[in-house]
């Protein structure tokens, strides 16, 4: 397979909108930051105060070293410890579908943060339709690398179940993009239907009400 | 005005007392410290070392925070042991603590025994040394004298208060007394209070001075006697639960010392042994066991979060300054999980922290030693810190 189409300019398209969306002066809580890519992308070219959470130690270590803010810890079970509106935005990317309780997080995001940001690969993708459909095997793309039984990712969703999930949450998405396949934004609007089918990756900007 | 190390400026109330442990700042009679136990201690005696240079803008400070039996050499020859400072791997030019960028300063802590003020100090009362009149003092004691010494030197804000184990204590103590003037904290292998079982460890190590008839109830310095058995059991007693069960194993296994096969009886049969022995009987060489006493009991008193009505997120509100907790998995005499507690605490106060946890089988004293993780942890967190702060690189 060639390089990650997800990638462009050597930067996940995702977190370079992620952090389009972040106003400067910000105070930014990253969950999952994994080896700090967006944490280093929000210190490079947005003047915010950012933090990371990240669950395993290496990834955390490593993020130290370069100078970032990171600790350890784990989206399921610290994010009770962080205090109500305590910064202005609040980051999961790529994580929701690795959490054990992906509701319960996403109830402590928009807590904790003034907005949060959620990004996700779309498991209704029409591809990963396709795969099941006629492979009858489980989807393994560039977005799902992982074969099922090494997967880290154990609540994988569609655009639909997530906001159907939102439903009742007493929360407000102020925003959708849809990336295509190639990392492309391919829609933005707030009824995302036809994303559902089309969408490899979903970005919410979600507040609580 | 830079003080002059080893410079006595005539002054009655700040100058340098004349020790060999030079420099000696002296606090006299009119400037004396409030102990928390509501004792004013004067004269006060602060015995450090400096190294680097301050800048112009006085932001490069540094001030490292020296655990219980250590002092204030990091790194240089000591005048006592002749030995290599404590941590002089970290300190120095190029290493993590460079003293190319940054101005390096450690105090001996009051209650110490290597120049600052303690139970070994002339009581200026009775003309002879404190011994058990000397006040008990707290780790908020020590860094009030701290502040003291940081304020003499014309420094208003240091850019780290770096330490580990009884000098985490006081990194997490100069946060929470003085957050202005610390932008950023390093507490490694430390806690925000004494645990049940340390305050035991200490307590055995306490007793077994106190039982050493030499002791003479605290008054040895006046009677031409030191309680060298009793102290070097208490370091032989604390020295293993510095270590780690794994470390002991791969460092002596059961070993036997100097023979074939066990002798029957209770000389040094194995390894371990002998090395505990030789532990303590070098240790009573450079301490003095009343101050192992008072620093004890102020580790044990430690509890951050006492005024906070136990809650460690209340003492941090507000914080400004930006920590780096580390811990070590080998570490059972501050586990991770106390460290975990500092920072789930700092993040219940939204606070900037970076948490790392170094596998290592060294033990509690790893801080000590040659873990390039904790090398890297410390370069990267103060790279940053000094960007911030400013500071410029150098070279």
């Known amino acids: 397979m060639s390089a990650d189409p997800a990638r462009q300019n050597g930067g996940r398209v995702d977190l370079q909108l992620i952090a389009s969306m972040i106003e400067p002066g910000s105070r930014v809580l990253d969950v999952g930051s994994g080896d700090g890519e967006l944490l280093r992308l929000l210190n490079a070219t947005r003047e915010v105060d950012c933090r990371g959470i990240e669950i395993s130690q290496k990834g955390v270590n490593a993020g130290v070293a370069q100078g970032l803010s990171v600790v350890q810890g784990d989206a399921d079970k610290d994010l009770v410890n962080y205090p109500t509106k305590g910064f202005d935005y609040v980051i999961l990317s790529q994580t929701l579908q690795a959490t054990r309780a992906p509701q319960k997080v996403v109830r402590e995001l928009v807590r904790i943060g003034r907005r949060a940001i959620i990004s996700f690969p779309n498991f209704a993708h029409w591809r990963v339709r396709a795969r099941i459909l006629f492979t009858g095997q489980m989807p393994v793309t560039p977005t799902l690398p992982f074969q099922w039984y090494e997967t880290p990712n154990i609540h994988l969703c569609s655009i639909d179940d997530f906001v159907n999930m939102t439903k009742g949450m007493g929360v407000t998405i102020e925003k959708f993009i849809a990336l295509d396949w190639h990392g492309k934004v391919s829609m933005t609007n707030n009824t995302p239907a036809l994303a559902n089918l089309l969408a490899a990756q979903a970005l919410f900007l979600l507040r609580e009400d | ?395």
């Open chain 2, 1 to 395: 005005m830079a003080l002059d190390p080893g410079k006595d400026d005539g002054g009655i109330a700040l100058g340098q007392a004349e020790s060999r442990y030079a420099p000696v700042m002296r606090f006299g009679a009119d400037a004396p410290l409030l102990l928390d136990c509501g004792v004013n201690l004067a004269p006060l005696d602060i015995a450090y070392q400096t190294y680097g240079t301050l800048n112009a803008q006085r932001s490069n400070a540094i001030l490292i925070c020296h655990a219980l039996t250590l002092d204030q050499y990091v790194t240089g020859i000591h005048p006592l042991t002749g030995r290599t400072g404590w941590w002089n791997i970290m300190v120095g030019p190029g290493k993590p603590l460079d003293t190319d960028r940054y101005f390096i300063i450690c105090a001996n802590v009051i209650g110490g025994c290597i120049g600052s003020t303690g139970p070994t100090s002339i009581n200026p009362a009775t003309g002879r040394p404190y011994g058990l009149s000397f006040p008990v003092i707290t780790i908020g004691d020590m860094v009030n004298a701290q502040a003291k010494l940081v304020e003499a030197l014309g420094i208003e804000q240091l850019f780290c208060v770096i330490g580990g184990s009884m000098g985490g204590m006081q990194v997490l103590q100069w946060a929470y007394d003085y957050p202005e003037k610390v932008f950023s904290a390093v507490p490694i292998a430390t806690a925000a209070l004494h645990s049940a079982q340390n305050i035991a460890f200490h307590e055995v190590g306490r007793q077994a001075i106190m039982a050493d008839p030499d002791w003479r109830g605290g008054d040895y310095l006046n009677q031409d006697t030191r309680p060298e058995k009793g102290l070097a059991v208490a370091r032989m007693a604390a020295h293993i639960t510095y270590l780690s069960e794994a470390a002991l194993h791969e460092k002596f296994g059961r070993n036997l010392q100097d023979r074939e096969k066990i002798g029957f009886g209770f000389d040094a049969d194995f390894q371990v042994e002998s090395y505990l022995r030789h532990q303590g009987s070098t240790f009573v060489e450079r301490f003095d066991a009343n101050s192992y006493l008072y620093l004890t009991r102020a580790m044990d008193y430690f509890d951050l979060a006492a005024e906070s009505g136990g809650v460690l997120a209340e003492a941090f509100r507000g914080a400004k300054t930006r920590f780096c907790v580390i811990s070590f998995t080998s570490d059972w005499l501050f586990p991770t999980s106390e460290s975990r507690e500092i920072v789930q605490a700092l993040n219940a106060a939204a606070a900037n922290v970076s948490f790392v946890e170094i596998e290592s089988q060294k033990g509690h004293d790893a801080f000590l030693l040659d873990e390039p993780e904790l090398f890297a942890t410390l370069r990267g967190f103060l790279n940053a810190a000094a960007d911030k702060r400013g500071l410029k690189h150098v070279g």
